[in-house]
């Protein structure tokens, strides 16, 4: 059995159609570098996500009056005519800038 499935796995690939292989990579988000900003959590319990959109997992949320730092900001998912959302920096995941306020280079 061991000696079938390597040729059974060639047979396998060479049947898929041809570019198959990769498929085509993720638009990059479009970053907007700024020296790191220092931001307050408007709103009581705002998610961090995994991307920039609702639709990625919650990996944590914030208290209202914490403090955040964020990398760089990208646009994202529109919240309440907002898109901009920003990239924190101790973690990489995503916070909507619809809920932050008091920034220290401003918003």
Known sequence: MKFLSAPLLLVSLLALPQGSFASPAPAPEKLTKRAPTTCTVTGDGVRYRTCASTSCP???????????????????????????????????????????????NGM
């Open 58 to 104: 919650a990996m944590g949320q914030y208290a209202q009056g914490t403090r955040v730092t964020l990398s760089c900001f990208v646009e994202g998912e529109n919240i309440d005519g907002n898109t901009c959302w920003g990239r924190l920096q101790s973690n990489e995941y995503y916070i909507t800038a619809r809920y932050l306020g008091d920034c220290s």
